[in-house]
C-alpha cells in the first residue's frame, strides 16, 4: 500500500493511508451525489438512496440494522454523543457512572466534564500488565449506575476486553444502565460482535480513517429503543440524533472502506501476528527492551520501551531520519506522558521510553527490519553520544 520503499509507516493506530480505491468512490460520489439528501428532487433522491446504500453496508459489517447507524464525524464526535446522550437521558434516576482508566480523551473528557456536574465517576484502572480487571468494573454497578464505558481494545496497548461478556455483566446488575463500547480501534480488526452482544451494548463508536478511509468520518451504532437525549440540536437529519446535512460522499467513502476489509479479518490478522513475532524476536536482543502490551493484545498494536535508551521524542524523531515511523502513543496526546502507561502504573523509566508499532495490510517484513536496525542505530548513537559528553 505504501508505494515508496524508503519509507516505513508503522503507526496505523494513528491513521491510515487513504486506499486508492476508497478516493475513487468518493470523488465519484461527489460528482454524481452532489445534492442535499434531505431535498425533494430528483438528484437529491439519487443521494438519499447512495447515503442508505452506505448505511445498509456500514451495519452489516456491524451485525446491525441500518437504523441502528449514525454518521458521525469522527469516533470522537460518536463518543461525545453517546455519553453526554445518554447520560441526560438517565439524569431523573442515575447519579454514578463506571469507565476503564485508560479510555482514548474523547471518553475521559467527557466523563469529567459529567463529574463536574455532579456526576459520581468511578475510573477502574488497568493492571501493570495492562490487561482491566473487568469483574472489577461490574463489581461498581448498582442501581444508581446510569452509563458504563468501556473501550473495546486499548488505542496505546492493544489490550483487548470482553466488551460481550461486560456488556452482559452490566445488564444483568442493572437493565437500566447503558453500555457504551469505544469500538474504534477493534472494528474490523477483530470479528464482529454477535447479535447478543449488541442487544446488550447500547452504543459503539467507529471511525474511517482507522480503516484506510478519510479523516473527518465516523459512524455510531445506536441499539434500537436506547433512550437518549442527543446533546445537539439542529434538524432532523441521521434520526434525529446528530443534526447537519449528510456528508454523503465520506459516508459512501467510509462504507466502502468498510466493506473492502470485512472479509479478511482473520488473514489480517495473521499477517499481523507474523510482523508481530518478528518484532517481538527483533526486540529481545536490544538491551533495555520490554514489552507493555499484553500477551493477548491484538496483533495489530505492540507498545514496548527501551529503559535506559532516549526518549521516546528523541528516538521517534532519529528513526524519521531513515524513514521510519511510529509514535510514543495515543496521536491525540500530542507528546504528552501516555494515559495508559500512566494508569497501569509503569515506572516513568519505561514510560519515558515508549514506543507504538501499529501494524496495517500493507506492512512488511521489511518495515519491521528497518525499524529494527533504526533502534540498534538510535541506541548506539546516543552512547556515543554520552561518551562524547563525558569526555
Same mark, same amino acid.
Given at each position: 500500500m505504501l508505494h515508496d520503499p524508503?519509507?516505513?509507516?508503522?503507526d496505523n493506530a494513528a491513521t491510515t493511508l487513504v486506499a486508492p480505491e476508497v478516493a475513487d468512490t468518493i470523488r465519484a460520489a461527489m460528482a454524481e451525489h452532489w445534492a442535499n439528501p434531505s431535498a425533494l428532487y430528483a438528484p437529491a433522491a439519487a443521494s438519499e438512496q447512495a447515503l442508505a446504500a452506505a448505511r445498509a453496508a456500514l451495519a452489516k459489517t456491524l451485525g446491525c440494522t441500518a437504523g441502528e447507524v449514525v454518521f458521525t464525524g469522527c469516533g470522537?464526535?460518536?463518543? =461525545?454523543? @453517546?455519553?453526554? /446522550?445518554l447520560a441526560a437521558a438517565r439524569k431523573s434516576w442515575g447519579r454514578k457512572i463506571v469507565a476503564s482508566g485508560y479510555e482514548h480523551p474523547s471518553v475521559a473528557r467527557p466523563l469529567e466534564r459529567l463529574a463536574g456536574e455532579g456526576w459520581q465517576v468511578e475510573f477502574v484502572p488497568p493492571g501493570p500488565d495492562g490487561r482491566l480487571p473487568l469483574a472489577e468494573l461490574l463489581n461498581r454497578v448498582d442501581k444508581a449506575t446510569a452509563l458504563v464505558a468501556c473501550m473495546q481494545v486499548n488505542n496505546e496497548t492493544g489490550a483487548q476486553n470482553d466488551v460481550a461478556a461486560l456488556a452482559a455483566g452490566v445488564k444483568a446488575a442493572n437493565s437500566r444502565t447503558a453500555v457504551h463500547i469505544d469500538g474504534v480501534q477493534g472494528w474490523l480488526r477483530l470479528p464482529a460482535l454477535p447479535q447478543k452482544a449488541l442487544g446488550c451494548i447500547d452504543s459503539y463508536t467507529v471511525s474511517g480513517h482507522k480503516i484506510h478511509a478519510p479523516k473527518g468520518v465516523g459512524a $455510531?451504532?445506536? &441499539?434500537r429503543g436506547c433512550h437518549i437525549l442527543p446533546p445537539y440540536l439542529g434538524g432532523g437529519q441521521e434520526h434525529g440524533i446528530r443534526p447537519g446535512t449528510e456528508n454523503t460522499p465520506? *459516508? *459512501?467513502g467510509i462504507a466502502a472502506a468498510a466493506k473492502r476489509l470485512a472479509g479478511s479479518i482473520p488473514a489480517r490478522a495473521a499477517a499481523a501476528a507474523e510482523l508481530n513475532a518478528r518484532l517481538r524476536a527483533g526486540l529481545a536482543s536490544l538491551p533495555g527492551a520490554v514489552l507493555n502490551s499484553p500477551e493477548d *493484545?491484538? #496483533?495489530q498494536l505492540l =507498545?514496548?520501551?527501551?529503559?535506559? /535508551? #532516549? &526518549?521516546?521524542e528523541t528516538m521517534l524523531h532519529f528513526l524519521e531520519t531513515r524513514g521510519v515511523y511510529v509514535s510514543s502513543g495515543s496521536a491525540c496526546s500530542r507528546g504528552a506522558a501516555s494515559h495508559t502507561l500512566l494508569a497501569m502504573g509503569l515506572p516513568a523509566s519505561r514510560i519515558d521510553t515508549a514506543l507504538r508499532v501499529s501494524f496495517c495490510a500493507g506492512n512488511?517484513? @521489511? +518495515?519491521? +527490519? @528497518?525499524? $529494527?536496525?533504526g533502534l540498534e542505530a538510535g541506541l548506539k548513537s546516543l552512547r556515543a553520544n554520552r561518551g562524547r559528553h563525558k569526555g
Open positions: 524508503s519509507l516505513h509507516y508503522l470522537s464526535e460518536g463518543n =461525545n454523543l @453517546a455519553l453526554l /446522550g $455510531l451504532y445506536l &441499539r465520506y *459516508a *459512501a *493484545a491484538i #496483533p =507498545n514496548f520501551s527501551l529503559e535506559g /535508551g #532516549p &526518549r521516546s512488511t517484513a @521489511a +518495515d519491521v +527490519d @528497518a525499524l $529494527l536496525e
